[in-house]
């Protein structure tokens, strides 16, 4: 399974619709792989807070049209990272999207973790409340948004939902580009699992991002990291080795908390 995270720029001088296009053309360059994978809010920038409410949209706006037609167009599994959408009564959530190769927008995904704690997503967007996965040819992802990487008992949810490899699309800060390092390692070890961790590069809001995305396989390997600059991270996966690493290291059968 090819899988290809792209670390786009967020340049706040970039127009909104010209990163869109821009980035509609860099999921066409991924031919060939099976999944493709944007971050967190990369259209508007994920501490843009101000710009929240003037860039949102609904679920048949701009951005989700031109990632079904690249899905479409590529013939590519696309999670397209993550867009402020504005729901029929108004509220705001950070939504994450899943475009089948026919273009078809097959699973949604609510943020539950909003970061800000008093200010920023905390306050401008309402909470997702459901763990959501899609199942892939060969895999079932289970979806996380950045400040969910923070929460394992979200990604246990996940793992009794059938979860092979989780897909986190993030705007994380170089300032705690540690922690994100970490805590991508951490999920994929505890749950033996893939974490497939695709964050954007360039600075807006006067936040540098971390850049960084990361693979890591079910043994807590990295399978392949980018740097901090725009690029496009392209790996190989095997979705058998999940089922391998559980059986000959069954911790996950040790579980009492929690359970039942």
């Known amino acids: 399974m090819r899988a290809s995270l ?70 590519v599994w696309l999670h397209a990272g993550s867009i402020v959408e504005r729901d029929a009564g108004g509220a705001l959530y950070n939504t ?80 705690r580009r540690a922690h994100w390092s970490l805590l991508a390692r951490a999920r994929a070890v505890e749950n033996q699992a893939y974490v497939l961790a695709c964050g954007t590069a360039g600075t807006h809001a006067g936040v540098e991002q971390a850049g960084h995305s990361v693979v890591v396989d079910p043994w807590g390997d990295v399978v392949g990291e980018a740097g901090s600059g725009e690029e496009v991270l392209a790996v190989e996966l095997d979705p058998g080795r999940v089922g391998r690493v559980r059986e000959e290291f069954p911790a996950l059968k040790d579980r009492v908390l929690g359970v039942g």
């Open 6 to 75: 792209i670390q786009i720029n967020v340049d706040p001088a970039e127009p909104v619709a010209e990163r869109r296009d821009r980035a509609a053309a860099l999921v066409r360059e991924q031919a060939g792989s099976d999944l493709v994978v944007l971050p967190e809010l990369w259209h508007v920038g994920a501490f843009a807070f101000e710009a929240f409410a003037v860039e949102a949209e609904s679920l048949d706006g701009p951005t989700v049209r031109a990632m079904s037609a690249a899905a479409r167009d590529t013939r």
């Open 96 to 175: 994450s999207l899943v475009f089948s190769p026919a273009g078809e927008l097959v699973r949604t995904y609510r943020k539950i973790h909003r970061f800000g704690f008093d200010k920023g997503e905390a306050v401008t967007m309402a909470a997702g409340s459901e763990p959501v996965t899609v199942a892939l040819p060969d895999a079932v992802a289970g979806l996380a948004t950045c400040y969910d990487l923070r929460f394992p008992e979200l990604f246990r949810a996940l793992v009794d939902r059938g979860a092979h490899m989780f897909v986190v699309p993030a705007g994380w800060p170089e300032r």
